[in-house]
C-alpha cells in the first residue's frame, strides 16, 4: 500500500511551452446553473506497445467515466469518430471534431516499459483549435494506472472549469451487510468511484462514522469492541488502529479532525448526557467546550480552524449552532421547519451541508454559514450524514431504504441538487467520509 | 461462583434465551447464575434466574418519540427490576438505550444514552446499587423489530435491562 501510493508519481513533466489555461477561450462556469452538458471526446489514448494497449484502453475509458460522472460533461461516443488519433504528436484535425460537436478533446499516449507507466495528454479547445492548459507527462508503476487516469481528469476539469478537481481521492465509509437487525458493519476505504475497496475493521464489532484527517493519512471512527461506542484513530497505509484515552464517562462517538489533524472535536457522554470536547492528539488531554443538558454531538471545523458548526437540541428539537473553536456562546444558524443535524463545513468554507427531518421525509441540504440560503438538495425515506468533495461541488452521503428489506447505499450529488447518482460499492454502504486529493 | 460453574450456567441459559430472546445483543451477555432452589435452575420458573428476570419482571422499557421520560408502564416496570434486583444481589446489569431510525445516527446514540441513564436513574432511586448499573447506547444500530412503521419504532426505542454477570466472582 505504501510503496503503491508513493511510488505512484515518479515524474510529472510538463510537454509544452506554457500557455496560460485562465485565456482559454473554452470555459464552463460552474455557479451559472449549467444545464445542458459540455460534449467532450476521449480517443482511446495511443499505445506504444501491445503490452501498453490495455492500459492505454482503461485509462481512456476512466477519464470518460470520471468527466460524465459529474454530470457536466457528455461524452461523444467512439462510434460518430471521423479521425482517428493513431499519433500523440500528429497534429489534431479540428475539423473532424467540430463536425461531430465535440467541444473539448482530450488526446492521450500510455507507454509502458517494465512495471513503468508513462501517460502523455493534452486537452484541446476544439471550436478555437487552441490547447487548454499545458500538455503534461505522468509516470508512475503500472499498478498505479487509475490513479493517474484520475490524475489526467482532475487536469482536465480544472482547465475547462477553472476549479480543482476530485478524481483522485478516496472515500472511507462503513460496508453493511445482514438485515437491520443483524447488520454487519466494516470500515473500509476505496477510490471516489468506488474502485479499489479494502477492508479496514473486520465485522465483530458495530463500528461508525470513519473522518479522514486533512491530508488523508488517518481516520477517526467509532468502534463498540470493548462493548461501548469509543474512538479510535487508524493509520490508513499500516492499517493500525490505536483507542484515544477519553476523560471520565464511558461512551465517545462523533469525532473529528481539526483542519491542522492535531486535534480532535468529539462527543462524550457522562451521566447519559452528551456534551462536546476537544482532545490535543499530542498530549490526549481533552477539554470541554460545552457544559448543557442538551445534547451536543456531530461537530465540525471550519476550514480555518476558528469556528465549530455542530447540532444541540437546546431549544428543544436538532438545530444547528456555531461556537468559537474554544467554546463559548453558541448562535442558532438554522431556523427552517424540521430538525436539522450531522452539519459539515464545507472545503470553501463558504456553504454547511447538513441532514434535515421533516414531516417524515430526510434531506441533504446546504445552507450560507449564517443560516440564509438554505437549499435541499435530496428528499427520501432517509438520507443522511453528508461529507465534501474535495473541491466543495459535490456531496456523498448515506441512503437507507425502508422496511424489513432496507439497505443502506452511498449516493453522490452536485450542489446544484443535481446529478443525484449512487456510488457502487460490493455490500451496502453508509456514512461516507471524503478524503483530499492525494499528491 | 467457580468458572465451571460459570460455564454450566451460561450454557443452560443461552438454550433458553435462544428460544424467548428477540434481542441480539442480549445473547452474547455473559449472564451469571445464582440459581439454587428445587426448581430447575436457571429456568424461566426460577424466579432467581435471568430468564425469569426477562420473561416474568420483564427487562425492558418503552419510550415515545424523541423521548426519554418514563411512562407509568416504565416505571411499574423498572420498580419490577428494582425488586428483583435487591432480592438477587449476586446480579449486575447493563442498560441498553436504543432509538428507532428517525434521527441521524450521533443523535439517536445521544438519544439512546439518555435513556438508559433515565432508566439507571430510576433504578438507583428505587435502592440499586449505582456500582451495579452502567449504560450503553446502541442509537438506532440494534432495532429488535425491521418494519419502518409505529408499529415496529415502538418497540425499538427501548431501554433493556440485560444481567451481565455476577457481582461475586
Known amino acids: 500500500m505504501m510503496r503503491f501510493l508513493t511510488s505512484l508519481l515518479l515524474g510529472l513533466t510538463i510537454l509544452t511551452a506554457p500557455v496560460n489555461a485562465q485565456d482559454g477561450p473554452l470555459r464552463l462556469e460552474l455557479d451559472q446553473g449549467i444545464i445542458e452538458p459540455l460534449p467532450f471526446a476521449v480517443p482511446n489514448f495511443v499505445p506504444d506497445s501491445a503490452a501498453a494497449a490495455q492500459y492505454a484502453n482503461d485509462i481512456s475509458r476512466v477519464v470518460a467515466a470520471d468527466l460524465t460522472g459529474t454530470g457536466l460533461f457528455r461524452e461523444i461516443s467512439s462510434d460518430a469518430f471521423i479521425s482517428r488519433v493513431s499519433s500523440f504528436d500528429a497534429p489534431v484535425q479540428f475539423a473532424d471534431w467540430k463536425a461531430i460537436n465535440a467541444d473539448a478533446l482530450v488526446t492521450g499516449a500510455v507507454n509502458v516499459s517494465g512495471n513503468r507507466l508513462t501517460v502523455r495528454f493534452r486537452v484541446w479547445d476544439v471550436f478555437s483549435g487552441q490547447e487548454l492548459g499545458n500538455g503534461l507527462q505522468f509516470a508512475g508503476t503500472t499498478e498505479g494506472w487509475r490513479r493517474m487516469a484520475h490524475k489526467v481528469s482532475d487536469q482536465v476539469y480544472s482547465r475547462i472549469t477553472g476549479e480543482g478537481g476530485y478524481f483522485d481521492s478516496r472515500v472511507a465509509f462503513v460496508s453493511e451487510s445482514g438485515p437491520k437487525d443483524q447488520r454487519l458493519k466494516r470500515l473500509a476505504i476505496m477510490d471516489y468511484d468506488g474502485a479499489n475497496v479494502q477492508y479496514l475493521t473486520d465485522s465483530a464489532a458495530i463500528v461508525l462514522a470513519p473522518r479522514f484527517s486533512p491530508t488523508g493519512d488517518r481516520l477517526l471512527y467509532t468502534s463498540y469492541e470493548t462493548g461501548q461506542p469509543r474512538i479510535y484513530v487508524l493509520d490508513v497505509d499500516r492499517v493500525r488502529r490505536t483507542e484515544l484515552n477519553t476523560p471520565g464517562g464511558t461512551m465517545s462517538f462523533s469525532p473529528r479532525f481539526s483542519p491542522d489533524g492535531r486535534s480532535i472535536v468529539y462527543s462524550l457522554i457522562q451521566g447519559g448526557n452528551t456534551d462536546l470536547w476537544k482532545m490535543d492528539l499530542a498530549s490526549g488531554q481533552s477539554v470541554r467546550l460545552t457544559n448543557t443538558p442538551a445534547i451536543e454531538t456531530a461537530p465540525s471545523y471550519s476550514p480555518d480552524g476558528s469556528q465549530i458548526v455542530f447540532e444541540s437540541d437546546r431549544s428543544g428539537t436538532p438545530q444547528l449552532y456555531i461556537m468559537p473553536a474554544n467554546g463559548g456562546e453558541a448562535t442558532r444558524i438554522s431556523f427552517g421547519q424540521g430538525r436539522y443535524g450531522t452539519p459539515v463545513w464545507s472545503p470553501r468554507g463558504d456553504l454547511i451541508a447538513f441532514t434535515k427531518q421533516n414531516k417524515g421525509r430526510f434531506h441533504i441540504g446546504v445552507m450560507r454559514t449564517d443560516g440564509s440560503e438554505e437549499r435541499l438538495l435530496t428528499s427520501s425515506f432517509l438520507d443522511e450524514g453528508p461529507t465534501w468533495s474535495p473541491n466543495g461541488r459535490v456531496i456523498m452521503f448515506t441512503r437507507e431504504t425502508q422496511g424489513a428489506s432496507g439497505r443502506a447505499t452511498l449516493y453522490s450529488v452536485d450542489i446544484s441538487g443535481r446529478n443525484l447518482r449512487p456510488v457502487r460499492t460490493p455490500d451496502g454502504g453508509s456514512d461516507p467520509s471524503w478524503g483530499p486529493l492525494q499528491n | ?169
Open chain 2, 1 to 169: 461462583m467457580n468458572v465451571l460453574g460459570k460455564v454450566l450456567a451460561l450454557g443452560a441459559l443461552s438454550v433458553i434465551a435462544a428460544c424467548t430472546n428477540n434481542d441480539p445483543s442480549a445473547l452474547g451477555g455473559g449472564f451469571g447464575s445464582g440459581a439454587n432452589s428445587a426448581i430447575a435452575p436457571g429456568s424461566p420458573s426460577d424466579p432467581r434466574s435471568p430468564a425469569y428476570f426477562q420473561q416474568t419482571v420483564g427487562d425492558r422499557v418503552l419510550f415515545s418519540v424523541d423521548q426519554s421520560t418514563l411512562t407509568p408502564q416504565a416505571q411499574a416496570v423498572l420498580q419490577g427490576q428494582a425488586d428483583w434486583l435487591l432480592a438477587n444481589p449476586d446480579f449486575v446489569a447493563t442498560i441498553e438505550g436504543h432509538a428507532d431510525e428517525q434521527g441521524t445516527r450521533e443523535y439517536n446514540l445521544a438519544l439512546g444514552a439518555r435513556r438508559a441513564n433515565a432508566a439507571r436513574e430510576y433504578l438507583i432511586s428505587r435502592g440499586v446499587a449505582g456500582n451495579r448499573l452502567t449504560t450503553v447506547s446502541y442509537g438506532k444500530e440494534r432495532p429488535i423489530e425491521i418494519c419502518s412503521t409505529e408499529d415496529c419504532y415502538s418497540k425499538n426505542r427501548r431501554a433493556v435491562t440485560v444481567l451481565t454477570g455476577s457481582t461475586l466472582g
